[in-house]
Every structure is written in C-alpha cells, then in structure tokens.
C-alpha cells in the first residue's frame, strides 16, 4: 500500500542518520595545524562533533540558511571547529535570550533576529546531545572550551541573512531542497485538504488506531483509508486512478500534515517505520525526530502555499 510504503520511506529517507565515518579531513587539517601533539585526540573528537553540529545547524531541519552568516564569521574567528560551533551555539543562545527580552522586531541586527527563536535553540541542544551520545558516548567534551565570540554582522551580512530568510520561505520541495517548488494539482490539493481536515477533527488514539488500521492492511486496498481516518470515496477514487510516484508524493505530504500537527506521533511512526523494514535510527531519538519534524514543517508550509 502507498501509505505504508511511504511512512516507510518518511522514516528511512527523512530520518537517516549522518554516520561518525571518521574524521573530516577538514577537522585533520586544523587540528595538525594546531601543532600540539598531546592535544591531538581530543581536537580531532571535539573537531568531529563541532564539524557534523554546525552541518547540521544550517541544514533545514534547524536554522536553515540563515545560519550561515554567523557560522561563516564564527569560522573565520576561531581556528578549530570546536571553538567555531561553541561559537555558533553561544550566539544561538544570547540571541535566543534577547528575542525573550525585547521581541524579535527590535533586535537590529537581522543576523541575530535569523537565529532567535527559542524552540530551535531547544532542538539544536537536544540535537548536540544526541549527536554527542552516538559518536563519543563515555566521553565529555567542550568543558571550558575557549573561543572568540561571535559579536554581530557587518551591514553586507545582514542583508545576506535577510535575503536568505526571505528565500527561504517560497514554495519548498517535500525532500528538503529550498529550490524545488512543491506542485500539487488541484485534485491532489482537495484530497489533501480533506485528509488534513479528517485528521484535525481526530483524537490522538484515533489517529493511532488508523495508522494501526493502514499497517494491518495486506493488499494494495485503497479503501482501508476510508475506514482509518474517514476520507471521502472522491480521495480514494483519485488515489487509484493516479500514478505511483504520484501517489508516492501525496502520501508524503499527507504524513508530514500529520506530524507536523501532532509532533507527538513522530515516535509512533519511527516505530512504525522500523517494524515494516526500515533502519534502526542510529543517530538517537532526539536528532531523529528534531529532523523529521523540521522536514515536516518544511513539507507542511510548501503544501500551504500550493494549495491554499
């Protein structure tokens, strides 16, 4: 069935963990650079765990492009990746605490305004635990870390913030590539409105039991929908006259409705997920789930725009 198949994929391809394959060479470079032999293990450790952070800040499940002019000036002011992401997570920090004292309208540099919000300042440390536990679990690192901080941006750079913003929120693909625009006809669109309308009206152990209903069902029997979460016959009916990959990109965006309006169900449908094949989530929970619900409200906002 395209809904189970899918849910699969949602887990699989939104949720794959980025492996500790050794260290960067980048990270090799500036810790040899560095020249303090004794030092040398923990630079290369701390480095690795600095370099997927700060990867992982921009990419869009965090900060997204807005990230990069204070990463960029973070780099360019601190020689190892250590320092740079100590750097990165400390103005991820005042920032977030300066939008709590005065809002986000009267913080001047849009540099800082572009990293204030609270909740993914939360995922990012979630995010730093997680990432930490799985590469180096019995170790403790950036205690007493020494860096140059960052202190704002130049005019040029905030410009370059603000323009990323701004691109930012177009119509987003449903893979998480900001340049691919989401399309969706307008029978794919009612279908849609009326699985998000269906599920809205549903408690969260309804919703649990129609997922339950979806993984039960053997064949390839549209109808299970239907019965799982109340969609009209008009949804079913286009769902088996179009095609797989079709179908394939409306069941996506169908979950990501579903787990960006109740981000509680991420856990269910990772579990879900795992049981009909897809990997073991090796990253841990946390960074697993913070990239499955960042892609998902990047999948959610692309459907706003096309269809409504």
Do not use: W
């Not at 809904?3 to 492996?19: D, E």
């Not at 997204?64 to 960029?72: F, H, M, Q, R, Y």
């Not at 950036?142 to 202190?151: A, E, I, R």
């Not at 449908?269 to 789930?289: F, H, T």
């Amino acid at each position: 069935m395209y809904f189970r198949t899918t849910l699969i994929c949602f887990v699989a391809c939104m949720a794959s963990p980025i492996a500790a394959e050794g260290v960067p060479d980048e990270v090799i470079a500036t810790c040899n650079a560095k020249g303090d032999a004794s030092d040398l293990p923990d630079c290369l450790k701390n480095g690795a765990l600095g370099y997927e952070m700060l990867n992982l800040a921009r990419s869009d499940a965090l900060y997204g492009p807005a990230a990069d002019p204070v990463i960029n000036i973070c780099k360019d002011k601190n020689e190892l990746y250590e320092e740079a992401y100590v750097c990165f997570d400390s103005a991820a920090e005042k920032a977030s605490e300066t939008r709590d004292l005065i809002g986000l309208e009267k913080i001047e540099d849009r540099c800082v305004a572009a990293i204030s919000d609270a909740d993914t300042y939360a995922k990012l440390e979630s995010a730093y635990k997680a990432k930490h536990e799985q590469m180096f679990p019995d170790e403790m690192f950036y205690g007493g870390t020494m860096y140059h901080p960052f202190t704002g941006c130049p005019v040029a750079e905030e410009n370059a913030s603000a323009e990323g913003q701004n691109a930012n929120k177009g119509n987003t693909a449903d893979n998480g590539d900001s340049d691919q625009k989401l399309e969706l006809s307008s029978a794919q669109c009612a279908a849609l409105n009326d699985f998000e309308a269906r599920v809205g009206a549903m408690s969260l152990d309804e919703l649990k039991s129609g997922f339950d209903k979806v993984e039960a069902a053997k064949e390839e029997d549209l109808s299970v929908l239907q019965d799982a979460f109340g969609v009209s016959s008009q949804t079913t009916e286009l769902l088996e006259a179009q095609s797989p990959d079709e179908n394939q990109k409306v069941a996506t965006v169908g979950l990501a409705l579903v787990a960006n309006a109740h981000p509680e169900l991420i856990g269910t449908l990772m579990e879900v997920g795992k049981s009909q094949g897809a990997p073991a989530d090796e990253m841990g929970g946390a960074l697993a789930q913070t990239m499955m619900l960042g892609i998902a409200k990047k999948i959610a906002t692309g459907y706003e725009t096309a269809c409504n």
